[in-house]
């Protein structure tokens, strides 16, 4: 990858404001994560794709995504500008110093995307999870959403890429076949970040500082507990689903099918890292005693 070139046109969006320092912080799903630094000092992250050849395009939805959220909050990166190809946000100043409990601000900056609620599941185009297109057609059953446009699309994907074997393609065609019977078909949609674990949620001296890689849809909020619960973060504590519940009341059978939903996230990781996952999925769809 020539940085060099990418230096150049990020220099060029903006304005032809000199880059003095930049560091490529990662590069994952074929989406490179620069930070740099302008002359008067300030910090941004900019990101592109270094694959282009793709139809569907990451960095344009996570444009959209961030136009929309920072509408309503302060605690996703600020847009500074964009075009089709890069992303230049806001960079929020973080560490590795995460509370060992959850606090009150990471739990209200929770509860403020939940209580943004909407008639339909889905949204307005379609976002993304580790690059990964994920559709968002309105829809108003949560069960049909869920199974057609979540958990059966991922489960090809991942079957694609690795032999699951029968045991994992047999419980989980059972359960797209009977999903009415293991999820709520008619909760509230509400806003969600979409791909909300540890790495995406940043923190600073154990204090909460923001959220990053959204990609948000309107959905069943149990989803995204499911998926906090299922990395069993530090700040997540055993006391989260009770907190949390004081301000958004949680099903009072969540936890029988909060497994369905942490599947999804464990086929995600199959077909987005590596085949470590099915032994996940498999330890998930045996918890479930189907």
Known sequence: ?????????????????????????????????????????????????????????AIKSEANTLLYLNKRFKFFPQIICYNDSYLVIEYFENDNHKPKETNLDFLKSIIAVHSISNELYGFDFNTQIGALEQINNFEDSWSNFYSEKRLNPIYELANKKENMGNFINKKINHILKNIKDFIPDNPGAVLLHGDLWDGNILF????????????????????????????NPSFVDSNFLEKYNEYIKIEKNYINYEIIYQIYYALCNVALWDKSYI???????????L
């Open 1 to 57: 990858m020539n940085l060099g070139y990418h230096i150049k046109e990020i220099e060029n969006l903006l304005n032809k404001e000199k880059i003095i320092k930049y560091k490529l912080l990662q590069i994952s799903f074929n989406i490179a994560c620069l930070k740099f630094e302008l002359l008067d000092g300030k910090q941004y992250i900019v990101k592109f794709s270094t694959d282009t050849s793709k139809e569907f395009n």
């Open 279 to 289: 032994k996940e999925t498999e330890r998930l769809l045996k918890k479930l005693k």
């Open 204 to 231: 600073k001296n154990n204090k909460f500082v923001g959220f990053i890689d959204p990609g948000s849809f309107f959905g069943h909020n149990e989803m995204e507990i499911a998926y906090l619960r299922w990395f």
